[in-house]
């Protein structure tokens, strides 16, 4: 998918990737700054803070 994001100089080719592991049985999530987010209890709660992740990482930018 060719794609900018906000802090890209030019489209570039993204590519996504499913953004839940495991890690010693438990849930996380990576994000695109090469953290892991967690643990969650289940998919359907890491689904919510990966959607709250974003938003915190959209309002930083827009406050800047």
Known sequence: M???RAQDNAPALHFRSDRLCRVNGELF???RENTL???F???EAAAREI???IERMQN???NR
């Open 2 to 4: 060719y794609g900018m």
């Open 37 to 39: 987010e967690g643990p």
């Open 51 to 53: 959607q709250a992740y």
């Open 60 to 62: 930083m930018a827009v």
């Open 29 to 31: 999530f990576s994000t």
């Open 41 to 43: 209890e289940s998919a």
